[in-house]
């Protein structure tokens, strides 16, 4: 049987991505060009800065993942980019460039959901991962509980209901000066800081429920901070971010295990860029062992945003024939399993 050839393109936000992939799982070239000391100054990502940004960087990334992959256009078998989710203008600019080579090379255009990306990442790094299996996707845009009943079908069991963990971090983080992206900033200050320190809530919703809310904890950790600037008391940082953290935390790892064992699943998956957390992942192999559970997550490499995660769901997409024609258009609120 032939290799299938994917060259992948991502732009959903302030990352210009692209990679070439082997047969979905192996990657030839994965090259990533970031846009975080633009934004650092304005706090977070600035849609039209980030949208002029890739029209500038989309091409020399682009054949960047051509030469590392020591390959040409020539050899391309399909294409895989994110339509969606994401900011519209940002995906726009990596959707045209994937159109217009699809049309010129006049090969097959699969439109990625960016989510389904990130669960798809944990494919290349775990080559024996098969579905079904419990996925949780937690990032700065997205926190879902989902069962993952086999490649590119999925059903969300629960989400959030306000903020993104992720979110709740970065929005922490501005309040402590930490800067952006608040999340390994956190993650690096929590090791040096007492997680006990601060009774923060843990909200479950109620016991039926697997979804998330983080509004209520983000709002007791600034009235935590508030409370203390009014009447002029110390404010030590590293413990207001390890007990945020661990807050956070407990209610992804026991709401995940619960997920599990009401479905009866024996393995769990991790995605999205707050899968980098190392105390997330302590927390999971702790839980893991205890009830029985394996736990995969995907290298830091692919925990964020990147093409190769994208080139892996257009591949199994592919395979179950689900090609995109080049009427595709960009969908920033795309939902999970949506076409």
């Given amino acids: ?92 600019v990596g959707l045209s460039s994937a159109k217009a080579l699809a049309f010129s090379l006049s090969v097959p255009l699969i439109g990625v959901n960016h989510v389904e990306g990130h669960i798809a990442a944990n494919f290349i790094d775990h080559k024996d991962l098969n579905p079904p299996f419990i996925c949780l996707i937690v990032s700065g845009g997205h926190t879902h509980l989902v069962e993952v009943k086999d490649y590119g079908e999925y059903e969300v069991l629960g989400k959030t209901r306000d903020d ?46 697997f979804d998330f809310s983080f509004s209520g904890l983000k709002s007791a950790a600034l009235n935590y901070l508030n409370s203390k600037k009014m009447k002029n008391e110390d404010i030590v940082v590293e413990d207001i971010a390890a007990s945020f953290q661990e807050a956070v935390l407990e209610v992804l790892v026991n709401k995940s295990i619960k997920a599990a064992i009401t479905k009866g699943y024996d393995k769990i998956v991790l995605a999205g860029g707050v899968a980098a957390n190392s105390r997330l992942r302590e927390m999971f192999d702790e839980k893991g062992k205890e009830h029985k559970i394996d736990i995969k997550y995907p290298s830091l490499a692919l925990c964020t945003d990147n093409a190769a995660m994208i080139g892996c769901a257009a591949y199994y997409d592919y395979l179950k024939g689900k090609v995109s024609d080049l009427n595709l258009n960009a969908v920033p609120n795309l939902k999970l399993g949506q076409r």
């Fill in 1 to 92: 049987m032939k290799d299938i050839i994917t060259l992948a393109i991502e732009s959903s936000c302030d990352e210009t991505c692209a990679a070439v992939l082997k047969n979905g799982r192996y990657i030839l070239s994965n090259v990533v060009s970031t846009q975080i000391d633009l934004h650092k100054k304005f706090g977070g990502v600035v849609p039209e800065v980030a949208s002029r940004k890739h029209i500038e960087n989309i091409q020399p990334v682009i054949q960047k993942a051509l030469d590392d992959a020591n390959l040409t256009f020539n050899d391309i078998d399909i294409i895989g980019v994110t339509y969606g989710p994401g900011l519209v203008g940002a995906l726009l």
């Fill in 164 to 209: 993104a963990a992720g979110e709740a971090f970065d929005k922490i983080a501005r309040a402590l000066d930490l800067g952006y992206p608040g999340g390994p900033k956190i993650d690096k200050l929590s090791k040096i800081g007492n997680k006990n320190a601060i009774e923060f809530p843990r909200v479950y919703i109620d016991d039926e429920s």
